[in-house]
């Protein structure tokens, strides 16, 4: 990851989108760490990396997933096959900032950005 991250500042690379995979999961926290070395602003696919220190992530909602995810569950065990469930795309999301690992890079949000965002991690 080390070398990727160097490939991207010799290229030019002014920032980066980690998608939340099961291959990027249990390196969250290099990437996280490496995105501050390099001082590369980094977007998550989710919440929790922007908690452990990641830049700011924007995704659906967790608790909203939980609720379509329990509102299955419950269709299931009354007796509805799962093949007979529509496919639901999220509708509400979440915009999360942390202004510390802002402050570290180097970067300002806009008052406008801030201003948008759901949560903000100072």
Request: charged share 20%.
């Amino acid at each position: 990851m080390e070398k990727t991250f160097q490939a991207a500042i010799t290229r030019g690379v002014e920032a980066v989108i980690v998608v939340n995979t099961a291959l990027i999961v249990g390196h969250n926290a290099r990437i996280i760490k490496l995105a501050a070395q390099t001082r590369l602003p980094a977007m998550y696919t989710s919440s929790s990396s922007v908690a452990a220190g990641g830049l700011m992530s924007f995704s659906d909602d967790p608790g909203d997933r939980a609720k379509r995810v329990a509102d299955y569950v419950d269709k299931i065990l009354k007796g509805t096959h799962p093949a007979d469930l529509p496919v639901q795309q999220p509708t509400k999301f979440e915009l999360v900032i942390n202004l510390k690992t802002a402050k570290q890079i180097g970067l300002t949000i806009p008052p406008n950005v801030l201003a948008r965002a759901d949560r903000v991690i100072r």
